[in-house]
């Protein structure tokens, strides 16, 4: 069974610029998370998606960032315009059960690097 | 929101040594605390967690223990192994299903 997949895996792009970043969950797994981890800091919370809804966006930076869910399946983060305070380790991950009493299970991280 | 210290933010040890990674946390409603294992270039792992009703769990070579009076909960790995190698994060989560991490410990494992 295929895991969590990101892209892409790292993307540089200059102060003012937009990218998406994409991730696939696993199979079945309602429940999406994104977390950023930022120069050897804490992992921190983004948010939480329950099939196509935001079940939790308080982790959300401020309203540069947007997260879909097209149909509850894949979901895509859009930095829009990126600053350099947004270089960092985008990880997503999923979970059959909330991430809070079950396993995460994480992709391998888009390294975004804003110059 | 939940507060999650870890300490140490590196930790070397010689092979078959044992490696201990303390967290402490803020919010007195968490009730789970798993531990995730980061090898290079591959995403965090769940490698042990325990819940708010139990003091200790073992697998094999990983124990995690946690103190809910003083707020704490530690990962112990004995006899290490090269392959022990990685980056490792306490979490810590309430009934708000929202996991706080620690900011990691690298810990390499000296041949």
């Known amino acids: 069974e295929a895991g969590v997949t990101q892209f892409p895996s790292h993307s540089v792009i200059e102060k003012g610029q937009t990218v998406t970043l994409r991730c696939d969950p696993i199979?079945?797994?309602?429940?999406l998370y994104w977390y950023r981890r930022v120069m050897g800091k804490e992992i921190k919370f983004l948010l939480h998606?329950?099939?196509?809804?935001?079940?939790?966006e308080s982790g959300m930076p401020n309203n540069r960032f947007l997260a879909e869910r097209t149909g509850g399946t894949y979901s895509t983060l859009k930095v829009q315009p990126a600053e350099l305070e947004d270089s960092g380790v985008y990880f997503c991950?999923?979970?059959?059960?909330?991430?809070?009493?079950?396993?995460?299970?994480f992709g391998e991280g888009s390294r975004l690097t804003v110059l | 929101g939940e507060n999650v210290e870890q300490h140490p933010s590196t930790l070397s040890v010689q092979e078959g040594d044992s490696a201990v990674i303390k967290c402490t946390y803020s919010d007195s409603a968490s009730n789970y605390f798993p531990w995730y294992k980061q090898e290079l270039g591959k995403g965090p792992q769940l490698i042990i967690d325990?819940?708010?009703?139990?003091g200790e769990k073992k697998d094999q070579r990983i124990a995690v223990t946690l103190n809910k009076t003083a707020k704490h909960f530690s990962l112990h790995i004995t006899e290490t192994q090269p392959e022990d190698s990685a980056v490792y994060f306490c979490?810590?989560?309430?009934?708000?299903?929202?996991?706080?991490f620690g900011a990691g410990t690298t810990v390499t494992v000296r041949a």
């Open positions: 991950a999923s979970s059959q059960v909330p991430g809070g009493t079950g396993e995460l299970f």
């Open positions: 325990i819940r708010s009703n139990v």
């Open positions: 199979s079945g797994h309602d429940n």
């Open positions: 979490a810590a989560s309430g009934d708000d299903y929202k996991l706080s």
């Open positions: 998606f329950v099939k196509e809804s935001k079940q939790d």
